[in-house]
């Protein structure tokens, strides 16, 4: 591997997951790095979505320093804190949710929730 695409995969880009299920119920997960739109891994379990990602990342890379496209820095997530959260709901309502306690979609309306707070 390309020792700059092993110094950049080293600084820990954030891996998310997310699961749909198709018209029969069956569910299927797919994993992207946080920070690098479009680097993106399917798969019909979240370790089988993961493995696909952790194989495709470093092409993934060595492909944007070719077109010498910018690649951002990882995003640094805060350390948890206990205390009262704050989030707006898609009406713009501000939204108060204590340690534990995790909005719920039939109470919040459906879509994102957006915390400005914690």
Do not use: N
């Not at 119920?25 to 690098?36: M, P, Q, S, T, V």
């Not at 709901?89 to 707070?117: F, I, N, S």
Request: with cysteine; net charge negative; glycine share 8%.
């Amino acid at each position: 591997m390309d020792p700059k695409v092993s110094e950049i995969l080293r600084k820990g880009y954030l891996t998310v997951f997310g699961i749909e299920k198709d018209a029969e119920g069956k569910e299927h997960f797919a994993a992207w790095l946080l920070d690098l739109p479009g680097c993106v891994a399917q798969g019909d379990t979240r370790e089988e979505a993961r493995e696909r990602l952790e194989a495709i990342k470093p092409a993934y890379i060595a492909k944007l320093l070719e077109l010498a496209a910018p690649i951002p820095e990882p995003t640094k997530l805060p350390p948890v804190m206990p205390g009262l959260a704050w989030f707006y709901d898609q009406t713009g309502r501000v939204r108060h949710v204590q340690p534990g306690d995790l909005p719920k979609p039939e109470v919040y309306g459906t879509g994102l929730l957006r915390v400005v707070a914690a």
